[in-house]
């Protein structure tokens, strides 16, 4: 059973940076996925990457600043957030699928295990 936990929020401000760790246990060539979420608004997909790391996809108001990475040996998936803006402010969480494939439109329905989350502030 794959079991997932996040780690590397903060609070920090605008422009600034913050890198997010998911340690992933339990089969590591699984299609990954980093989500967010803000009270009272859908989760919404951030990043993926698929089990072998040759294909990543990410949502538009993320792209050119955030990047989704994954190291075999530590079985860890890692966000990099750059030119962080206060709209980033929200609840992220990893997820994974069973299979390696992500999908060109990822959905959250699709995946079947989460993480707790891991809070991440951007302030003006």
């Known amino acids: 059973q794959m079991q997932l936990v996040e780690s590397g929020g903060g609070s920090v401000q605008g422009g600034g940076s913050l890198k997010l760790s998911c340690s992933v246990s339990g089969y590591n060539r699984q299609c990954v996925g980093w989500f967010r979420q803000v009270p009272g608004k859908e989760r919404e997909a951030v990043a993926t990457i698929s089990g072998g790391g040759e294909t990543t996809h990410y949502s538009d108001f993320v792209k050119g600043r955030f990047t989704i990475a994954r190291d075999y040996a530590r079985i860890m998936v890692y966000l990099q957030m750059n030119s962080l803006k206060p709209e980033d402010t929200a609840t992220y969480y990893c997820?994974?699928?069973?299979?390696?494939?992500?999908?060109?439109?990822?959905?959250?329905?699709?995946?079947?295990?989460w993480g707790q989350g891991t809070q991440v502030t951007v302030s003006s």
């Open positions: 997820a994974a699928r069973s299979g390696a494939y992500c999908g060109t439109y990822p959905n959250k329905a699709d995946f079947v295990a």
